[in-house]
């Protein structure tokens, strides 16, 4: 239901566009890894998901199930809330794990949080944290790459550069692009998991940045 939700409102907000790598697709089990830059491209993200068949279940800052219809829709249906910075953080890598022994997609967001910046331009995926490789390492999941442009168009900044955005973005209707690379098989320490996958979605981000005319994909 929220994947198809994304789907309808997203082309409310922007002008959404969606490639792929040759050989992407999403297996059982597979574990989806994207590049995180505003509070609007999970859906963005889950949008362009849905557009190629795939539904997965999102790892989410807790903080979302307080939100009163947000919170029932992703308890409802068996979203992982991550309590960041708790004890309880730990469950959640439990749950995605079991989610993907039996089957299901899980998106993750390996930077664990939102960059500082308050401009609305794209930059390469800040540096990914332990989570993701340990789902690996629990599960052998194969890992897509995923890499998102444009969400920090709709809204990016202050509260009220944000609210701002959201107001303004049915008017404007900003251009956003997802591209899905290629499924990796990652093995090896943790280091050498997480350092590949940044990689990879950092050359995803690289491709939809660059379909956007964005700066920081199109100097390198």
Same mark, same amino acid.
């Given at each position: 239901?929220?994947?198809?939700?994304?789907?309808?409102?997203?082309?409310?907000?922007?002008?959404?566009?969606?490639?792929?790598?040759?050989? #992407?697709?999403?297996?059982?089990?597979?574990?989806?890894?994207?590049?995180?830059?505003?509070?609007?491209?999970?859906? /963005?993200?889950?949008?362009?998901?849905?557009?190629?068949? @795939?539904?997965?279940?999102?790892?989410? @800052?807790?903080?979302?199930?307080?939100?009163?219809?947000?919170?029932?829709?992703? *308890?409802?249906?068996?979203?992982?809330?991550?309590?960041?910075?708790?004890?309880? @953080? @730990?469950?959640?890598?439990?749950?995605?794990?079991?989610?993907?022994? =039996?089957?299901?997609?899980?998106?993750?967001?390996?930077?664990?949080?939102?960059?500082?910046?308050?401009?609305?331009?794209?930059?390469?995926?800040?540096?990914?944290?332990?989570?993701?490789?340990?789902?690996?390492?629990?599960?052998?999941?194969?890992? /897509?790459?995923?890499?998102?442009?444009?969400?920090?168009?709709? *809204?990016?900044?202050?509260?009220?550069? =944000?609210?701002?955005?959201? #107001?303004? #973005?049915?008017?404007?209707?900003? *251009?956003?692009?997802?591209?899905?690379?290629?499924?990796?098989?990652?093995?090896?320490?943790?280091?050498?998991?997480?350092?590949?996958?940044?990689?990879?979605?950092?050359?995803?981000?690289?491709?939809?940045?660059?379909?956007?005319?964005?700066?920081?994909?199109?100097? /390198?």
């Amino acid at each position: 239901m929220l994947s198809r939700i994304a789907d309808t409102l997203v082309p409310t907000f922007g002008r959404l566009s969606v490639t792929t790598d040759p050989g #992407a697709e999403f297996a059982p089990g597979t574990l989806i890894v994207a590049n995180h830059t505003s509070l609007a491209d999970p859906a /963005v993200v889950l949008a362009a998901l849905y557009r190629l068949g @795939a539904e997965p279940l999102i790892m989410a @800052a807790a903080g979302l199930w307080r939100t009163p219809l947000l919170g029932r829709v992703l *308890t409802r249906e068996g979203h992982i809330p991550v309590h960041r910075g708790d004890r309880r @953080a @730990a469950a959640a890598l439990d749950t995605a794990a079991r989610h993907l022994e =039996q089957g299901q997609l899980v998106l993750i967001y390996a930077e664990g949080g939102l960059p500082r910046r308050k401009d609305a331009a794209e930059a390469a995926p800040g540096t990914f944290r332990s989570g993701m490789s340990r789902l690996v390492e629990r599960t052998n999941s194969p890992v /897509v790459p995923v890499g998102q442009a444009g969400s920090r168009r709709v *809204t990016s900044g202050s509260i009220a550069k =944000q609210l701002s955005g959201l #107001a303004t #973005a049915p008017l404007r209707r900003p *251009t956003l692009h997802v591209h899905v690379g290629a499924p990796l098989e990652l093995a090896g320490n943790h280091g050498g998991c997480t350092s590949r996958a940044r990689t990879a979605v950092t050359a995803a981000w690289r491709t939809a940045a660059a379909r956007l005319g964005e700066p920081a994909a199109l100097a /390198v």
